[in-house]
């Protein structure tokens, strides 16, 4: 069973709009959260991080929202651009554990 | 700047071969992985290491083996590759404080 979900596997976008992706949890052990980018035939690379102290994270266009209760988090990008096209995983760990669990990832398309 | 190298970027073996995946870091990092990662189904992990000679399985660890014989250096080893393990092989490293992982380049894995 799926701990993190990410449940829209792609997501078109306007240049210059907001991109929202969107990530579902079920453990509620999990403290930290992680979101990830990844290009074609590369390595993901690290974006953006929250721990479960905050509710909002900003870091330039990027910001990514917690809201424990629903378990659930966001990331916001603003505006978004035609480079930000990528698949995006978000990532959990906690309770003990430095080992995050990964979503399965939303592919972004932003359009010119 | 950080790196996180894997020794090939493309690779084509047969079914039946033993295959080597070698990964080598150079930020001291006590933690590694290995991940496949395959479309619609995100990163899986095969294998961690968070020590020298320690290795503990991950998720989807059948058919796979793993070295760590130094702390740079990670191998993941297919006894004998089959069709299924066609995939995309991501290695990262982490610190042993657990915060964002570091990822390779990936290693396109075709098994004919």
Known sequence: DQQVKQNSPSLSVQE?????????YTNSM????????????EGPTFLISISSIKDKNEDGRFTVFLNKSAKHLSLHIVPSQPGDSAV????????????PTFGRGT?????? | ??????????????????V????????????MFWYRQDPGLGLRLIYFSYDVKMK????????????????????????SASTNQTSMYLCASQSGTGDEQYFGPGTRLTVT
């Open chain 1, 88 to 99: 995006y995983f978000c990532a959990a760990s906690g309770g003990g554990s430095y080992i």
């Open chain 2, 1 to 18: 700047d950080v790196k996180v190298t894997q020794s090939s970027r493309y690779l084509v073996k047969r079914t039946g071969e033993k």
């Open chain 1, 16 to 24: 210059g709009r907001i991109s929202i992706l969107n990530c579902d």
């Open chain 1, 107 to 112: 592919s972004l398309i932003v359009h010119p």
């Open chain 1, 30 to 41: 999990f403290d930290y959260f992680l979101w990830y980018k990844k290009y074609p035939a």
């Open chain 2, 20 to 31: 080597f995946l070698e990964c080598v870091q150079d930020m001291d990092h006590e933690n």
């Open chain 2, 56 to 79: 503990e399985k991950g998720d989807i660890p059948e058919g796979y083996s793993v070295s760590r014989e130094k702390k740079e250096r990670f191998s993941l080893i297919l006894e």
